[in-house]
C-alpha cells in the first residue's frame, strides 16, 4: 500500500524566513504533486515533478523530488504571511491505469508578521 | 476557461438518508476523479473514470457510496444510507488525459457533507 508521509504537519514560522517541507513515500512513483489548500477552499496546483532530481521554482517556493530516496521538499525562501496555507504532497502510484493520487496529511504552515 | 463545477456547495443530512452530488469536469477533460476530504486530513481516492468507464474504484464504499459518468462527461455520487462519518468534503477532480499525462489535475470547489 502506497503510503506518503509529511513532516512536519505543523509549522509556525515568521515572516522573512527560510523553511523546507518534506514528503516521503514508500513506493516507486513517476509523478509528485504539491498542492496548497487555503481554509474552506479547494486545492490549488503548485507544482507536478517527474523525474528523479526534477526542480521547479516558483516565486517564493521551490519543490524537488529525488526518487531514489522516494523524497520531495518543498522550500519556502522569504516567507511572507499570504504563503499561510495547507501544503499537500500527492504521489500517483507507477504502473496499471490508474492514477487516482494518494495524499498525505498535510502541513498546516502559519507565518506571522 | 471554466474550472470544474461542482453542486450543491453544502448539504446537511440525517444519518440513513441519501445524498447526491454532481460534478462537471473542465470541458474536453477525459479523465475524473471523485476524493473524500475528512476534516484535517487528505483526500483520499473514491473513484476515477477515463470517459464514461470506471478505471479505478478500489476505495469505494460500494455497499452505500455509487458513481456514474454517463455520456463521459459530468458525473453524480451517491451515498445510500448516509453514516455519521461520511461528513467530509467531496471533492470532484479533472484530468485532461488521464494516465500517463504529464497534467495535473484540476480541483472544483467541493461538497461540505454533514450528517446528523
Known amino acids: 500500500e502506497l503510503k506518503v508521509e509529511q513532516n512536519p504537519l505543523f509549522l509556525s514560522m515568521q515572516e522573512g524566513k527560510n523553511y523546507t517541507i518534506y514528503c516521503n513515500y514508500s513506493?516507486?512513483?513517476?509523478?509528485l504533486y504539491w498542492y496548497r489548500q487555503d481554509p474552506g477552499k479547494s486545492l490549488e496546483s503548485l507544482f507536478v515533478?517527474?523525474?528523479?532530481?526534477a526542480v521547479k521554482q516558483e516565486g517564493r517556493l521551490m519543490a524537488s523530488l529525488d526518487t531514489k530516496a522516494r523524497l520531495s521538499t518543498l522550500h519556502i525562501t522569504a516567507a511572507v504571511h499570504d504563503l499561510s496555507a495547507t501544503y499537500f504532497c500527492?504521489?500517483?502510484?507507477?504502473?496499471?491505469?490508474?492514477?487516482?493520487?494518494?495524499f498525505g496529511k498535510g502541513t498546516h504552515l502559519i507565518i506571522q508578521p | 476557461e471554466a474550472g470544474v463545477a461542482q453542486s450543491p456547495r453544502y448539504k446537511i443530512i440525517e444519518k440513513r438518508q441519501s445524498v447526491a452530488f454532481w460534478c462537471n469536469p473542465i470541458?474536453?477533460?477525459?479523465?475524473l476523479y471523485w476524493y473524500q476530504q475528512i476534516l484535517g486530513q487528505g483526500p483520499k481516492l473514491l473513484i476515477q473514470?477515463?470517459?464514461?468507464?470506471?478505471?479505478?474504484d478500489s476505495q469505494l464504499p460500494k455497499d452505500r457510496f455509487s458513481a456514474e459518468r454517463l455520456k463521459g462527461v459530468d458525473s453524480t455520487l451517491k451515498i445510500q444510507p448516509a453514516k455519521l462519518e461520511d461528513s467530509a468534503v467531496y471533492l470532484c477532480?479533472?484530468?485532461?488525459?488521464?494516465?500517463?499525462?504529464?497534467?495535473?489535475?484540476?480541483f472544483g470547489p467541493g461538497t461540505r457533507l454533514l450528517v446528523l
Open positions: 500527492a504521489v500517483v502510484r507507477s504502473g496499471g491505469g490508474a492514477d487516482g493520487l494518494t
Open positions: 513506493t516507486t512513483s513517476d509523478r
Open positions: 515533478l517527474l523525474s528523479n532530481g
Open positions: 470541458s474536453g477533460h477525459a479523465t
Open positions: 473514470f477515463q470517459n464514461n468507464g470506471v478505471v479505478d
Open positions: 477532480a479533472s484530468n485532461l488525459y488521464g494516465w500517463g499525462s504529464q497534467e495535473t489535475q484540476y
